[in-house]
C-alpha cells in the first residue's frame, strides 16, 4: 500500500512541498492545490468444489460418487489446503482417491483399490517434512 501527495501554486502551476504555507517563491501569490493518491493491493483466494451422486431407481442409495475440489486442512503444514479427487463406485467395485497439496501440487496420498478391500482411513494430522 502506498500513497503519494502533490502540492502546486494555484496561481503558476510550480511544485511545492505540501508543508509549504509561505507565498509562491515563484510568483509571490498565495494560494496552494493538492492531489493525494492511495493505492492497495488486495488478494482473493477462491476455492471451489463438487460432489456428484448417481443413485439407481427406487434405491436410496448412491451407487457412484464423484468429490473434487479444495477442501481445508486441519495440519498447520498446509494452510492453503488440499485438492482432493475421489471416486466411488459400488457398480465396478472401485475406489478411487487422491490428496494434493493445494499450493504446491505435491502428492500426499494416492489409493486405487477395489472398493470392497477399501478400509475408511481415520481423519489423520498431515506433517510435512523440510528439505
Not at 60 to 85: D, H, M, T
Request: proline share 6%.
Amino acid at each position: 500500500m502506498g500513497s503519494e501527495i502533490k502540492c502546486w501554486c494555484r496561481n503558476c502551476g510550480i511544485d511545492l512541498p505540501p508543508s509549504h504555507t509561505e507565498p509562491c517563491p515563484n510568483c509571490g501569490e498565495t494560494g496552494k492545490e493538492c492531489k493525494a493518491t492511495t493505492t492497495a493491493a488486495v488478494a482473493i483466494d477462491v476455492s471451489c468444489s463438487f460432489r456428484a451422486r448417481k443413485k439407481r431407481e427406487g434405491m436410496g442409495k448412491f451407487v457412484k460418487e464423484i468429490l473434487q475440489g479444495r477442501f481445508p486442512s486441519k495440519s498447520p503444514a498446509l494452510k492453503k489446503g488440499v485438492y482432493k479427487e475421489r471416486i466411488v463406485d459400488k457398480e465396478k467395485n472401485e475406489y478411487h482417491e487422491t490428496v494434493k497439496d493445494a499450493t504446491t501440487g505435491e502428492v500426499i496420498r494416492d489409493m486405487h483399490e477395489p472398493l470392497s478391500q477399501h478400509k475408511h482411513q481415520p481423519k489423520q494430522r498431515i506433517k510435512k517434512v523440510k528439505g
